[in-house]
């Protein structure tokens, strides 16, 4: 059963109605033993109770199930937990006709005729696939321990992974030139990124220095992504040069001189740490809206510079851009003229939001298309074919997934932070907009919270991407879903959108339609 997905269950338990496919995203460890709820099983939850919160403080839910035929737990819970004598920090499922068991592969004679008294621990991962099963003889402190440290060993190295990785299948449509791939942007510590998942990782930043040479925030950060190519040879690392507030663009652009001294300088840091390109992020030419030096020639300079940059690096080299596709942006870069130089486009197609306050603060930031709760007619639908009318062939196009939430410019969350405190928690609710193919949170209140992206959305800009033949889809940024759950979605969206329908079936499409 390791690394299948976990068999799903609805079932009554003592904090209500229970059901598998809530728990995802989390940790859960399902306890089972078929056999009475005796004075062994007493012991055994007692001790969980005591150890409760050191599974919650690894982000772990604990799910005991009883298969007493006579459900003597309930008895012995309303006599005890029920009144105060024990806290009881999980609900205990009730199994009495051995359904859950069957699905689990356990031997349910053994609960008629008590002849095992063993104890089955099923781990499973965020994913909802099951990471590892260990037996006890009984449950005691020792064994509580034990489980701690086999939990401990699974997180430290878990990594989402979808089915058949070394045969995907292509999620391309056969009236488009070429097969879209799946990135993402890595600020930071690399170590949660699976290069099983992903055509190409784009390190973030290397800046410029007042001389002209580069600086990047971390080399060993840089190294350790090149070396994912251990795990995955066709893995492409590029070195992206820029971000938000980065400076000396437009002096590396100015003249001749400085634009092949920058291409130079490029191309000596992808040779040091045997790089596969170059990803420029100049945000903007032409403005300085972010506190950056530009200029009027900023327009053709830019195009002057990525020439450079091609003749430096060659033609094998990956030269991409990332930039907007609104008309501020369009008009300050000659589009069609730096299309045949670079290999990708990459559209930040989210932080829609990111300089509004007040009432259009609470909109959406990564809409794939116009509606009533986005900003304007600003969507990803409108910016991709601003793109493509300026010259950009869609198949260059890189559409872009915030892995953040955002309420205007006061508020941005990571998505691991919506998982944990925002989605259907804490007063908070999860809401779809089907014109918009984009769910956002509200408060307790019902007011617009966040904006953000998660799987359904995921699956419809992946169904964008195969009907309009775009280049693929990246992420800002992967440190952001540590678990690598939006990850694994956009993988599944551009390698097998079927695989990712069915994930998405049962949990989603009744909810929709209810808000339709």
Request: hydrophobic letters at 40%; glycine letters at 8%; charged letters at 15%.
């Amino acid at each position: 059963m390791i690394g299948k997905p976990a068999p799903l269950f609805t079932a009554s338990s003592t904090k209500g109605l229970i059901n598998l496919q809530d728990y995802a995203g989390k940790w859960v460890i399902l306890l089972c033993n078929p056999t009475e709820f005796n004075a062994w099983r007493k012991n055994e939850f007692i001790y969980l109770m005591k150890h409760a919160k050191n599974f919650s403080e690894k982000g772990a839910e604990l799910l005991p199930i009883s298969m007493d035929p006579k459900a003597n737990h309930l008895q012995w819970f309303y006599a005890n937990a029920r009144l105060g004598t024990y806290a009881m920090p999980f609900p205990i499922i009730d199994d009495r006709n051995g359904a859950i068991a069957q699905l689990y592969g356990l031997n349910l004679t053994a609960i008629n005729h008590n002849t095992s008294p063993t104890m089955h621990a099923f781990i499973i991962a965020p994913d909802q696939t099951i990471a590892k099963v260990v037996t006890y003889p009984t449950l005691g402190g020792l064994q509580i321990s034990e489980l701690l440290s086999t939990l401990s060993d699974l997180q430290t190295n878990y990594r989402t992974q979808i089915q058949n990785v070394n045969n995907q299948p292509s999620g391309s449509n056969p009236l488009c030139s070429t097969n879209p791939i799946v990135g993402e942007y890595v600020l930071g510590n690399p170590n949660n990124v699976d290069a099983h998942l992903l055509d190409f990782v784009i390190y973030a930043f290397a800046l410029i220095n007042d001389d002209g040479t580069l600086t990047v925030y971390s080399t060993r950060y840089l190294r350790e992504l090149a070396n994912l190519r251990l795990e995955n040879p066709y893995l492409r690392v590029i070195m992206a040069i820029g971000g938000w507030g980065a400076d000396g663009f437009s002096d590396a652009a100015l003249t001749p001189s400085s634009r092949y001294n920058f291409a130079r300088e490029a191309k000596r840091w992808v040779d040091e740490y045997g790089l596969d390109g170059i990803d420029i992020d100049w945000e903007y030419p032409g403005s300085s809206v972010s506190g950056i030096r530009s200029r009027p020639q900023d327009r053709e300079n830019f195009t002057l510079l990525l020439t450079a940059l091609r003749d430096v690096l060659g033609e094998d080299a990956w030269i991409s851009v990332a930039g907007t596709g609104e008309e501020s942006y369009i008009r300050n870069v000659e589009i069609a003229n730096i299309a045949p130089i670079i290999n990708y486009f990459n559209l930040m197609a989210y932080d829609f939001t990111a300089g509004e306050t007040g009432s259009t603060a609470g909109r959406h930031q990564s809409n794939l298309y116009p509606s009533d709760l986005g900003l304007g007619n600003n969507s990803v639908d409108s910016q991709v074919r601003n793109l493509i009318d300026a010259g950009m062939p869609s198949s260059q196009i890189l559409m872009g997934i915030p892995f953040y939430g955002r309420y205007g410019a006061t508020q941005t969350k990571t998505y691991d932070d919506l998982r944990k405190n925002y989605l259907n928690k804490n007063g908070y609710k999860v809401l779809w907009d089907n014109v918009a193919k984009a769910p956002y949170i509200v408060d307790p209140n019902g007011n617009f919270a966040y904006s953000y992206d998660n799987l359904l959305s995921i699956y419809f800009k992946g169904l964008y991407i195969a009907q309009n033949c775009l280049g693929g889809m990246f992420a800002w940024q992967a440190g952001m879903d540590q678990a690598n759950i939006l990850t694994n979605g956009m993988s599944q969206a551009i390698r097998d959108i079927d695989q990712l329908e069915d994930l998405l079936a049962k949990s989603y499409y009744l909810a929709t339609s209810e808000q339709q």
